[in-house]
Nanobody
Framework: QVQLVESGGGSVQAGGSLRLSCVAS???????MGWFRQATGKKREGVAS???????VVADSVKGRFTISTNSANNTLYLQMNSLKLEDTAIYYC???????????????????WGQGTQVTVSS
């Protein structure tokens, strides 16, 4: 069965950086993968996605600050987060589709597989 395991979350001061990782197992080669986040009291929102060809989609709220990438050699998805803001505080989830091209890249219900989440806390 597909498993997604996130790591790399933590606490950081505003303006700082973190890199999240997500190791995927039993996922078909070249799947669409994405990062979502959910802040306390808010709905889960799409942050970034990347398809098998490397085409990425990034939410406007993080554009220019966050970068999504993959390493197929070790089945790992990354989210490099720079210039972090207080409003980036949330639980971050890794997700995957069964498709190679992203169908609804930042749409929660388009994703079939989810990790358990990792907490990111940005403080002033």
């Amino acid at each position: 069965q597909v498993q997604l395991v996130e790591s790399g979350g933590g606490s950081v001061q505003a303006g700082g950086s973190l890199r999240l990782s997500c190791v995927a197992s039993a996922l078909g080669a070249g799947s669409c993968m994405g990062w979502f986040r959910q802040a306390t009291g808010k709905k889960r929102e799409g942050v970034a996605s990347i398809d098998f060809s490397g085409i990425s989609v990034v939410a406007d709220s993080v554009k220019g600050r966050f970068t999504i990438s993959t390493n197929s050699a070790n089945n790992t998805l990354y989210l490099q987060m720079n210039s972090l803001k207080l409003e980036d505080t949330a639980i971050y989830y890794c997700a995957a589709q069964s498709l190679a091209y992203c169908n609804g890249p930042l749409v929660e219900y388009a994703y079939s597989y989810w990790g358990q989440g990792t907490q990111v806390t940005v403080s002033s």
